[in-house]
T-cell receptor, first 113, second 110 residues
Framework: DTAVSQTPKYLVTQMGNDKSIKCEQN?????MYWYKQDSKKFLKIMFS???????INETVPNRFSPKSPDKAHLNLHINSLELGDSAVYFC????????????FGSGTRLTVV | KQEVTQIPAALSVPEGENLVLNCSFT??????LQWFRQDPGKGLTSLLL?????REQTSGRLNASLDKSSGRSTLYIAASQPGDSATYLC?????????FGTGTSLTVIP
């Protein structure tokens, strides 16, 4: 199946732990994104990578570090997890340029206890 | 900075009714606008992508219109069905990212 896939789908962890979320797309897209959806369902961009190069880095704590080993993968590593990090994290991808839409992954629900 | 607003926040209609969801944005300098559907606990499914040069796009029972100059888009759903119940999100593309609205939660009552 052609898609954007994220793992894991659910992640429950204790405060202070370090965790990673993986994202892979087989659509041949050059640009990948991480979005955070808060408890009020508002989606806000965190990072954008184009062909492994960081393009957008919104105001996100430096505990969050994206890593793109190749243009098909964009992983999100989070250090020293805090309660406020609990949210749903979505990966998305698109072709470069301004005429294309996004394809989203199914999300990773992170719960920090 | 682009701000995207969706009204109403929630909508409940009887099955079979036609309905309109609204999306407004503050900066008309957009490249395109995308409507998504999100089911509870699920990801975002793209419904329609409308380019800034287009006035509308249609897919089945869905029709999206765009008035870039006034900063508005509407999503028209014809003959609504219970399976249409979901949250509908609009997002505007400013060139390097999409800005999302807060969504309209739609419930279609059988």
């Amino acid at each position: 199946d052609t898609a954007v896939s994220q793992t894991p789908k659910y992640l429950v962890t204790q405060m202070g732990n370090d965790k990673s979320i993986k994202c892979e797309q087989n659509l041949g897209h050059d640009t990948m994104y991480w979005y955070k959806q808060d408890s009020k369902k508002f989606l806000k961009i965190m990072f954008s990578y184009n062909n492994k190069e960081l393009i957008i880095n919104e105001t996100v704590p430096n505990r969050f570090s994206p890593k793109s080993p190749d243009k098909a993968h964009l992983n999100l590593h989070i250090n020293s997890l805090e309660l406020g990090d609990s949210a749903v994290y979505f990966c998305a991808s698109s072709l470069p340029g301004t005429t294309y839409g996004y394809t989203f992954g199914s999300g990773t629900r992170l719960t920090v206890v | 900075k682009q701000e995207v607003t969706q009204i109403p926040a929630a909508l409940s209609v009887p099955e079979g009714e036609n309905l309109v969801l609204n999306c407004s944005f503050t900066d008309s300098a957009i490249y395109n606008l995308q409507w998504f559907r999100q089911d509870p606990g699920k990801g975002l499914t793209s419904l329609l992508l409308i380019q800034s040069s287009q006035r509308e796009q249609t897919s089945g029972r869905l029709n999206a219109s765009l008035d870039k100059s006034s900063g508005r888009s509407t999503l028209y759903i014809a003959a609504s069905q219970p399976g249409d119940s979901a949250t509908y999100l609009c997002a505007v593309n400013t060139g390097n990212q999409f800005y999302f609205g807060t969504g309209t939660s739609l419930t279609v009552i059988p």
